[in-house]
């Protein structure tokens, strides 16, 4: 019997977003340096991209390295920059197999140029490749993204060719650096904390939390299935009533 039967296949959220947490925890319970934690992380990122593609999820958003991760001991942030590079490497057949595109989000201008030359060339190897996108959101944090939308914003209404009044949440949403994307539908937080940390706090203004206590190298493809049953199992009102969502035709 497949672990997948009792998942509704007509409500498979298109984009899940995920706060990869509890890798340092990880690597102090086995007596290892918190790099450790991360190098095992990867095989579960590995996991969670096959998984995305295997049940029909059309986007996978990675908090990969938050703006605030730059206030990290400069040796850990050296060697997960190397291991971002060499990871991306060393993945990009399986990538290539799994029909998974790869994107960026975050500012770019932070990371070092080895890092940035990567991620381009593998962007660009896998652009064309449509089962699923996985977005490594990398020297990314919301607020972040909001200042620089509200700038652009701001930059149009000064030229003229926006006025005050015209300013809509749709605005907001088309400078964000999320624009290509559709808002999460559900976001998966690992390792017990309950918290956004910053991450895509105006995208997720109606997704759907998961909380697991699985720290993030231990999380594998059941701990994903169980958060998207969680997820199968709550009705999306998005500010409506339970009455109005059956009168127009059920929850999304």
Not at 49 to 77: C, D, H, M, Q
Not at 192 to 213: C, D, K, P, Q, V
């Amino acid at each position: 019997m497949s672990d997948l039967e009792h998942l509704d296949p007509t409500r498979i959220p298109e984009h899940v977003a995920i706060i990869m947490d509890g890798n340092g925890r990880w690597a102090k319970k086995q007596g290892h340096l918190r790099i450790f934690g991360h190098k095992h992380g990867v095989s579960a990122v590995r996991n969670a991209v096959e998984f995305a593609g295997e049940v029909g999820i059309k986007y996978l958003t990675l908090y990969t390295f938050s703006t605030e991760n730059w206030n990290r001991p400069k040796t850990e942030i050296n060697a997960l920059m190397q291991l971002l590079v060499d990871t991306i490497q060393k993945e990009l057949p399986s990538l290539m197999k799994n029909g998974v595109k790869v994107k960026t989000l975050g500012n770019m201008d932070d990371l070092p140029s080895r890092c940035v030359r990567q991620l381009k060339e593998t962007e660009e190897a896998t652009k064309d490749n449509t089962r699923t996108t996985l977005i490594l959101a990398l020297s990314y944090s919301g607020r972040w993204d909001i200042i620089e939308a509200v700038k652009k914003v701001a930059r149009d209404v000064e030229s003229g060719s926006l006025k005050v009044d015209e300013i809509t949440e749709r605005t907001l949403d088309k400078a964000l650096n999320t624009s290509d994307y559709p808002h999460p539908d559900l976001l998966i937080r690992t390792s017990g904390e309950m918290r956004i940390s910053n991450f895509l706090l105006w995208e997720i203004a109606y997704s759907e939390i998961h909380f697991t206590n699985v720290l993030w190298p231990d999380f594998r493809r059941e701990h994903f299935l169980e958060a998207l049953k969680d997820y199968q199992s709550r009705e999306r009102r998005f500010g409506k009533t339970s009455e109005q969502l059956k009168t127009s035709g059920g929850a999304a």
